[in-house]
């Protein structure tokens, strides 16, 4: 019965329910975040109907799967013949933390993806926007780009409830359903390329668009991959780089608020100059590694809903 009334409340969104269910996320689990955030950014909707979001640059990415996930792709990926770079000539290599939302608790399926996945689709679509600008400018003419896009399954951890008792519960990741349902893909490329873009075919777990803009054609592939929230991460990142060869990557998860993570280190994390890499709670960092393309690529994306691609 608590729990009935526990997801009633958030779909409601009753403030005291809701600000727990932040406060659990922020610290009561392995999600742990100190967000401490030097400048933010407003992601606005061009059609004036929806309030701007706001997303953090933030250097602290939880030293959890998250941190791992970015701190893997930056050791693993940044080499890859076909990763893209910016002007800073920084690896087009990014995580982004979706804020959480009242479903958390939820089945799939009593929600649209609309209903969920609205201001992420927004987000996601600034980081697509400012990475395939990136890709345009720095590609000597190359008109045909992959973006993987990553996000996490379920995972554990504990809420606290009004009365102050806190409980531990499997939560429904969004990000689950932002990177396996074509429909979210669709959304964030009409949100970056306006009309102007148009679903090509679909290949399994890729969507493919052309974009027509200034005369020219562009084919943008969005490769969505599934990630456990377990050390079998590292593996499923590792396969799914070399298969796909991806021009970029923007990694996601959920964490108290929407944040560019801007640094990883390997905190928690053992062996990642091995083959199988895992998860070891508490363990210090011995290096960190710092890359603000996705940072500076929906500041790139924020603005416009039709960007000037070269």
């Not at 804020?99 to 993806?113: H, K, N």
């Not at 990475?131 to 996490?152: M, P, R």
């Not at 969004?174 to 429909?183: D, S």
């Not at 390997?266 to 960092?285: C, F, Q, S, V």
Request: aromatic residues 8%; contains cysteine.
């Amino acid at each position: 019965m608590r729990m009935q009334q526990t997801r009633e409340a958030m779909r409601t969104k009753t403030p005291s329910l809701w600000l727990s269910l932040i406060f659990a996320l922020a610290t009561h689990s392995p999600y742990a975040f100190s967000n401490t955030n030097a400048t933010c950014i407003w992601i606005t909707d061009p059609n004036a109907v929806d309030a701007p979001i706001e997303v953090s640059r933030s250097t602290d990415a939880g030293a959890y799967y998250c941190e791992h996930t970015l701190c893997f792709n930056l050791k693993e990926a940044t080499d890859l013949e076909s990763i893209g770079r910016n002007s800073d000539n920084e690896p087009l290599l990014g995580f982004l933390h979706v804020a959480p939302d009242p479903f958390l608790l939820e089945r799939p399926g009593i929600y649209t993806q609309s209903e969920r996945q609205a201001a992420n689709r927004r987000v996601l679509a600034a980081g697509i926007q400012g990475y395939v600008l990136d890709l345009l400018e720095h590609s000597a003419g190359k008109s045909e780009f992959k973006i993987l896009i990553t996000g996490f399954g379920p995972f554990m951890g504990n809420v606290q409830y009004p009365d102050g008792s806190i409980h531990q519960h499997e939560f429904n990741n969004p990000t689950q359903e932002l990177v396996t349902i074509h429909e979210n893909f669709d959304a964030a490329m009409e949100h970056s390329f306006g009309s102007s873009q148009t679903p090509a075919y679909r290949q399994g777990i890729k969507s493919n668009y052309v974009v027509q803009h200034g005369g020219r054609t562009v084919l943008i592939s969005l490769i969505g991959q599934y990630l456990d929230t377990n050390d079998s991460v590292f593996g499923t990142l590792r396969q799914s780089l070399k298969e796909n060869q991806p021009n970029a990557v923007i990694s996601t998860g959920v964490g108290p608020n929407f944040s560019a993570e801007s640094r990883a280190s390997n905190a928690g994390l053992r062996g990642i100059e091995t083959d199988t890499p895992a998860h070891e709670e508490g363990l210090a960092p011995t290096f960190e590694l710092f890359n603000e393309s996705l940072w500076k690529a929906l500041q790139r994306g924020s603005n416009s809903k039709k960007p000037p691609l070269p």
